[in-house]
């Protein structure tokens, strides 16, 4: 088995504000291997974003990596001093985001900024630098290469604008790049065209991607493995078809029904995941998700469940799991949006195992 | 059912509050300190210049033009005269919080002004664009560039250096920057689609371009016309000082620095008291003006 | 034409041929805003016509001389003040087209061109000398404040900023003169601007007036610079920079400043503005004898000639002024269109 490229370990990453202490990553762990695409999946403020950005060691004011490990080919990026990281940071691993009209400079030449992705470094000189822009342009796909080096910008079409992004982030060769939300800022067949386009390089270069959304669909498209996350913690991880065909998780299992599929019969209204995002600064008891869900025990309120494996290759955090409700439990729960104590229904399944 | 902690069992986590944007505006503007101390300070000033009149009905203040000239130029704490008295015997303390009077009231009422042409004028070109927006904008930008105090000068001296000449003139020269504002306002909620699905629906779009400009505008305004207050304090302030604006007798802040100017080699706490109170003043309504741009920021919400 | 900001050029497969292009509409767009000049300075004329002849008064009844009502009939006749008041306008226009201003009330005998021409210098040099300061220690102040948030710099920085920003300035003129009067007598050589000649006296007695003046632009400035610092500091090409793996001086110079300055620059339009309002105060606080105290002076003598002349020289000034910084701005900003 080969070693992984990125092992976190237990990662908290707190923001120390006015308010009280911001929980934003709260023991996280998870690897990824080498050519291999994740999936880091959630709703906003979930925590994915900081988590990414503590990977990179760029996690804003006022927040800090607050204890845990990361490693990169077993390397502790958290011990890192400065230059140490500066030289990581876009050679090793590389990160792109979500708006790409706001993440690139607006005064600057796009080819000069490709430019100095790779100068930053000392791998290519400024001469070697330059003549690898418009290579990299055109294997992201983007028309026209030699004049749009010289383009501020304004002048690229929202999708050409990630491309640049992507071909920026690829231009030193790393092993890992990090894409948060890389096509909720675009049209919607842009974005097809840019996870088609990620999922090639990725064939292509090898490198592993670390795709983080809110989307689920782009999550079947391009990755091989999801993780999913809440409230800081990761609630879920496994497979992407095991998790999609099963999940254990009544979070994951709500985010997968939120979507609306064509191939179902138009029934009812659609599906969301009733209440709002946790505060940060005052988590509830127990387990994190328990105001939202729609089926619980009374120590779902009291404790707050670890990770478990459910299945080979797949962990999930909670004391019910989705495969001890029953259907008729899950239909009356999703038309009625009340929560239902599914005690009974436990009960009953660990009569069953007992018996097995 | 085992008990769970107390707070945990009171805090209904399935719905919890949320806080209006006053509200937090409110607790947000509370904690600015700096703002908070400037704002009692200002209604301080404004109570003493309320109440002057009674004040010297029972002796706590002096008449500010009653002259003495036998003791003149007696320095801050003498007797009777906590500030001193001036070159022809006032009470330098009474002139000054008269003085306020003037200040304040120049400050805050140019604001309506300001507020009724300004407005009006940033609606106008808003809402009915084409030529009409184009004139109006042009005509501000004459006036955004051109010196107000100059402006303000030739006005007043054709009108004739009182008050209320003052008042208008200044009041002419400084609705441009809220004209500005609101027709910026205007124009992105016009922008906004549910104007054109109202239109389309058959209502009148100024309707709904009312109902929603007001509370997302509010809050500029308010900070646009608090920061006008120390401008216009200052603007008369220099107007009584180039010696176009108010003359003495009459005891406002300009005026003192005006009449004791000759004389500051020897006695400079003629000038430097009324300086200091005009630094204050609009040093406070800087600092609340501050408090309320930060309290009303709604990127800054929780 | 305005200039307009953002809306991204859609249509990218159009290439712009952005030399000869832009070259070429930068040129109308000047053309046509010194055209638009000559309106505007006629309104301005026709305003301050007006409003200076409603004044109550006359110029003759100002030196507290007794004048026959011979005289005054006289003098009118002389100088046309008699005529009907369009006459009066008409022939002013007529006469500004030939440059001639006419010849001030004040002092009989010199032209309006001579007089500005003779206050002129002063108040140039005073302006000139303000800007620099202003420039050089705003911006300075508020990057230096915006890098360095929260440490001593930026509050002592800021606290500098608010008060310069609400202390009227004369009342900073009227401190430093108390100030440096009682102890210093080295900058207050009587009339404090005069050159006496010899370059170091000079530049001493220019200390206090320039100091004055920009206290509070470089309040203003050091605010909008830091503002606009920490605004560039937060922005997403940020964090891409640092997400590069740059060097911070990179970061700082190529991306932080290269943005946060241009915003800037649109302050340079009432910059300007304040230079010359706060000159007229200045000036008069430090008896400098420039276009600001005349300008003063000439207003509360009537002088309409001198009132005009100098109204006109201002709002010219400004006008093309404020041309430059916007042509100035469509070359720092690439994303400005000329509309």
């Known amino acids: 088995m080969t070693e992984p490229i990125l092992r976190v370990q237990d990662l908290r990453t707190q923001f120390f504000t006015s308010r009280g202490v911001v929980h934003a990553v709260d023991g996280v762990s998870f690897h990824v291997d080498p050519g291999e695409t994740v999936a880091v999946v959630g709703e906003s403020g979930c925590g994915k974003t900081i988590t990414a950005l503590s990977i990179l060691r760029l996690v804003p004011e006022p927040g800090r990596i607050v204890s845990g490990k990361i490693l990169f080919k077993n390397r502790d990026i958290v011990e890192m001093d400065g230059d140490e990281v500066r030289n990581y940071r876009g050679n090793d691993v590389a990160m792109i985001f979500q708006d790409p009209m706001t993440s690139l400079n607006p005064v600057t030449k796009v080819g000069a900024q490709i430019k100095e992705a790779m100068t930053a470094h000392d791998r290519f000189t400024p001469v070697e630098a330059a003549q690898r822009v418009v290579p990299l342009l055109k294997r992201v796909r983007v028309p026209a290469a030699e004049r749009r080096i010289s383009d501020y910008p304004h002048q690229f079409s929202g999708g050409m604008r990630q491309r640049a992004m992507i071909a920026m982030g690829l231009a030193n060769e790393p092993s890992l790049l990090i894409a948060d939300e890389p096509t909720t800022a675009l049209d ?169 | 059912m085992a008990a769970t902690a107390l707070l945990a069992q009171d805090i209904d986590w399935e719905n919890p509050q949320q806080i209006g944007l006053w509200t937090d505006a409110w607790m947000r503007f509370r904690r600015n300190r700096l703002a908070v101390g400037s704002l009692a300070f200002v209604v301080l000033l404004i109570t003493l210049a309320l109440i002057a009149p009674l004040l010297e009905r029972f002796g706590l203040l002096q008449d500010p033009t009653a002259q003495d000239v036998v003791s003149n130029y007696l320095g801050p704490g003498a007797a009777h005269h906590i500030l001193g008295t001036d070159d022809l015997g006032r009470d330098v303390l009474s002139k000054v919080i008269f003085g306020s009077q003037v200040s304040l009231s120049i400050g805050i009422l140019v604001q309506a002004i300001v507020l009724v042409i300004g407005g009006s004028i940033g609606l106008a070109a808003g809402y009915f664009g084409g030529w009409i927006d184009n004139l109006l904008m042009r005509f501000t930008d004459i006036m955004y560039a051109f010196p107000d105090l100059l402006f303000v000068l030739i006005i007043v001296a054709a009108l004739g250096p009182t008050l209320l000449n003052i008042f208008v003139a200044i009041g002419l020269v400084s609705w441009v920057g809220l004209a500005r504002l609101v027709r910026g306002q205007v124009l992105s909620i016009k922008e906004k689609e549910f104007v054109e699905a109202a239109r389309a629906a058959g209502s009148s779009p100024i309707k709904i371009i009312l109902k929603h400009l ?56 003629l000038v430097i008291i009324p300086c200091v109170a005009l630094s204050m003043t609009m040093l406070a309504f800087n600092f609340i003006g501050d408090g309320l741009r930060d309290a009303l920021d709604p990127r800054m919400r929780r | 034409m305005a200039l307009v900001r953002g809306a991204p050029l859609r249509g990218a497969l159009i290439p712009l041929r952005k030399r000869s292009g832009r070259g070429w509409t930068l040129g109308i767009y000047v053309a046509r805003r010194l055209l638009w000049m000559i309106p505007v300075l006629l309104f301005v004329i026709l305003i301050t016509f007006f409003l200076a002849h409603i004044a109550p008064g006359s110029p003759w009844d100002r030196e507290g001389r007794q004048l026959s009502d011979a ?76 890098l ?42 009587g009339n404090f601007f005069l050159p006496t000649g010899g370059y170091p006296q000079d530049l001493l007695h220019m200390i206090m007036p320039v100091a004055t003046l920009s206290f509070l632009p470089i309040a203003f400035l050091a605010r909008l610079t830091r503002s606009a610092t920490l605004d560039s500091l937060r922005q997403d090409y940020v964090r891409t920079a640092w997400a590069k793996g740059l060097r911070e001086r990179l970061v700082v110079t190529r991306h932080v400043l290269k943005n946060s300055l241009i915003p800037v620059v649109t302050i340079a339009g009432p910059l300007f503005a304040a230079l010359i309002t706060g000159s007229v105060i200045v000036e008069t606080v430090f008896q400098v004898p420039g276009i600001g105290r005349s300008y003063v002076q000439s207003i509360e003598a009537r002088d309409y000639p001198m009132i005009l002349g100098t109204t006109v020289l201002y709002a010219g000034l400004v006008a093309l002024l404020n041309l430059v910084v916007d042509v100035a701005y469509v070359f720092i900003d690439p994303r400005v269109r000329l509309e």
């Open chain 3, 148 to 189: 360095r948030q929260n440490s001593f710099v930026d509050y002592a920085a800021v606290a500098l900023a608010t008060v310069g920003a609400s202390v009227p300035n004369f009342v900073v003129g009227i401190v430093l003169i108390v100030l440096l009067s009682n102890f210093l007598y080295k900058f207050t050589a």
């Open chain 2, 214 to 269: 007001l509370p997302n505008s509010l809050g500029p305004v308010i900070v646009t016309l608090t920061f006008g207050i120390p401008a216009a304090i200052f603007t008369e302030a220099v107007l009584d000082f180039l010696g176009v604006g108010l003359r003495p007798p009459q005891p406002t802040w300009g005026v003192m620095v005006f009449e004791g100017y000759a004389a500051v080699d020897a006695y400079p706490y």
């Open chain 3, 71 to 146: 005289t005054i009939r006289n003098l009118n006749s002389k100088y046309g003040l008699d005529q009907p008041i369009w006459t009066q306008f008409g022939l002013y226009l007529w006469n500004v087209l030939h440059f001639d201003f006419g010849t001030s009330y004040q002092h009989p005998g010199q032209s309006v061109n001579q007089l500005i021409l003779e206050s002129w210098p002063y108040t140039v040099k005073l302006g000139a000398a303000s800007f620099l300061v202003i420039i050089t220690v705003g911006i300075s102040l508020g990057v230096v404040a915006a």
């Open chain 1, 188 to 356: 919607v067949t842009v974005q097809a065209q840019v996870i088609q386009l990620l999922k090639q390089l990725n064939r292509e270069l090898g490198t592993a991607i670390i795709l983080i959304t809110h989307n689920t669909a782009l999550v079947a498209s391009m990755c091989e493995r999801v993780i999913v996350m809440y409230a800081g913690r990761v609630v879920e991880e496994g497979p992407v078809e095991r998790i999609f065909a099963r999940p254990e998780h009544p979070y994951t299992w709500s985010l997968l029904r939120s979507v609306p599929r064509v191939d179902e019969a138009r029934k009812g209204r659609l599906v969301s995941i009733r209440g709002l995002p946790p505060d940060l600064v005052r988590l509830p008891p127990g387990c994190k998700f328990h105001p939202r869900c729609l089926f619980k025990v009374d120590r779902c309120l009291k404790e707050e469940p670890e990770l478990e494996e459910v299945a080979p290759d797949q962990q999930a955090r909670c004391w019910v799991k989705m495969s001890t409700v029953s259907e008729e439990t899950r239909t009356a729960a999703q038309a009625s949006e009340v929560a239902f104590d599914v005690a009974a229904e436990i009960k009953k399944r660990m009569r069953s195992d007992a018996k097995i």
